[in-house]
């Protein structure tokens, strides 16, 4: 890791948006390279949390739904949001009964990651939930869910294809494909 200083000079800010999710700010800078220029930041009020979900036969649960920001369905792993400064997996066992209806007894940190970070700070964590329960689903009054159970492998067939592109599911699909290859996946 490097500890190299902060190249850029902030010479000003000002707020452009703010509501209970993100921030955006318009920052006057002095680049590293000494130009004067702009620099735009989302700041991200929440911890973006995702749950790989595994049983016993390696079977993964997706859920779709339809994305405003992109415009199209998205099948992905369980996600959502956590307070910053709340443990992230509080937030990881709420939304994991929220939109699948499972509750998990085992929890395992699988990535920490920074989903965009040339634009945002936002910072994702996700975990890997084993030995299930199925309850009720409570699905937010926003969400329009659909759960599908898969073989493992068929999801990384998916990731591989293109049709998963969620940065959260593809880079855990992944995770956990160089687990089981490395036989450490417990």
């Given at each position: 890791?490097?500890?190299?200083?902060?190249?850029?000079?902030?010479?000003?800010?000002?707020?452009?948006?703010?509501?209970?999710?993100?921030?955006?700010?318009?920052?006057?800078?002095?680049?590293?390279?000494?130009?004067?220029?702009?620099?735009?930041?989302?700041?991200?009020?929440?911890?973006?949390?995702?749950i790989?979900?595994?049983?016993?036969?390696?079977?993964?649960?997706?859920?779709?739904?339809?994305?405003?920001?992109?415009?199209?369905?998205?099948?992905?792993?369980?996600?959502?949001?956590?307070?910053?400064?709340?443990?992230?997996?509080?937030?990881?066992?709420r939304?994991?009964?929220?939109?699948?209806?499972?509750?998990?007894?085992?929890?395992?940190?699988?990535?920490?990651?920074?989903?965009?970070?040339?634009?945002?700070?936002?910072?994702?964590?996700?975990?890997?939930?084993?030995?299930?329960?199925?309850?009720?689903?409570?699905?937010?009054?926003?969400?329009?869910?659909?759960?599908?159970?898969?073989?493992?492998?068929?999801?990384?067939?998916?990731?591989?294809?293109?049709?998963?592109?969620?940065?959260?599911?593809?880079?855990?699909?992944y995770?956990?494909?160089?687990?089981?290859?490395?036989?450490?996946?417990?």
């Amino acid at each position: 890791m490097s500890t190299e200083s902060n190249p850029w000079k902030i010479i000003a800010e000002k707020n452009i948006y703010d509501n209970p999710w993100i921030q955006l700010t318009e920052f006057d800078v002095i680049n590293p390279s000494g130009g004067k220029g702009i620099y735009g930041k989302v700041h991200f009020k929440n911890t973006a949390i995702g749950i790989v979900v595994l049983d016993d036969d390696l079977n993964i649960w997706l859920v779709g739904q339809f994305r405003f920001t992109v415009d199209q369905y998205s099948w992905e792993i369980p996600e959502g949001g956590g307070l910053i400064g709340v443990d992230p997996l509080v937030g990881a066992k709420r939304e994991l009964l929220e939109e699948t209806g499972l509750v998990a007894e085992n929890w395992e940190p699988l990535l920490t990651m920074h989903l965009s970070n040339s634009v945002s700070d936002e910072l994702a964590m996700v975990y890997l939930a084993t030995k299930l329960t199925q309850h009720s689903a409570e699905p937010e009054e926003t969400e329009q869910l659909q759960i599908q159970k898969l073989p493992f492998e068929k999801v990384y067939e998916m990731v591989e294809a293109g049709s998963i592109t969620d940065s959260m599911t593809v880079a855990s699909v992944y995770k956990i494909k160089l687990l089981i290859l490395e036989g450490k996946l417990k």
